[in-house]
């Protein structure tokens, strides 16, 4: 099985901030990697694709890049919207696994 | 608009049977790959089961391989979950999940999840 290793846990933010999330894959997953945003008890809701597609309606301050095992999340200027836990996922082969998740708080 | 709505959750005790549903409406279902992820209380997600368009592929993780059964019917733009010998450790929220286009395995759409709380 793949495993995806979420970097930082945690990080808190302010407001403008810009914000680098990362996720490696334990095995090369090509451009199979997607990232989720969920808030507290609410479903989680797509954001990227294929490393760095945006999903319609998705703001242009959420980026992706990456390639083969390490990835990353950027959000250019944190909005209060965007204070959430945020998933990776690869899609390369089955089971289809998650990262432990990024909490991101308002410092 | 689409829309995901699960239902069938519920308190079980260990070693009893859930099935759970998943009601889809606003787009062509049956040309749709599903999914069933999970999230148990405080902890993060995971992919549990993978049925495609037809249902003629199907994919599960090891943690519910031999109890679980996913299953669709195109006809009534449904997609199931049979939850057999339950255990404290599937207590967790599960959603049912769209994939975005075909043999994509990303997620576009989601529901509002269903509780399972396996308990005596």
């Known amino acids: 099985d793949i495993q995806m290793t979420q970097s930082p846990s945690s990080v808190s933010a302010s407001v403008g901030d810009r914000v680098t999330i990362t996720c490696r894959a334990s095995?090369?997953?090509?451009?199979?990697l997607a990232w989720y945003q969920q808030k507290p008890g609410k479903a989680p809701k797509r954001l990227i694709y294929a490393v760095s597609s945006l999903q319609t309606g998705v703001p242009s301050r959420f980026s992706g890049s990456g390639s083969g095992t390490d990835f990353t999340l950027t959000i250019s200027s944190l909005q209060p919207e965007d204070f959430a836990t945020y998933y990776c996922q690869q899609g390369n082969s089955f089971p289809l696994t998650f990262g432990g998740g990024t909490k991101v708080e308002i410092k | 608009e689409v829309q995901l709505v699960e239902s069938g959750g519920g308190l079980v005790q260990p070693g009893g049977s859930l099935r759970l549903s998943c009601a889809a409406s606003?787009?062509?279902?049956?040309?749709?790959?599903m999914n069933w992820v999970r999230q148990a209380p405080g902890k993060g997600l995971e992919w549990i089961s993978y049925i495609d368009n037809r249902g003629s592929s199907i994919y599960y993780a090891d943690s519910v391989k031999g109890r679980f059964t996913i299953s669709r019917d195109n006809a009534k733009n449904s997609l199931y979950l049979q939850m057999n010998s339950l255990r404290a450790e599937d207590t967790a929220v599960y959603y049912c999940a769209r994939d975005l286009f075909g043999g994509s395995v990303y997620f576009d759409y989601w529901g509002q999840g269903t509780p399972v709380t396996v308990s005596s």
């Open positions: 606003g787009f062509t279902f049956s040309s749709y790959e």
């Open positions: 095995q090369g997953i090509s451009n199979w």
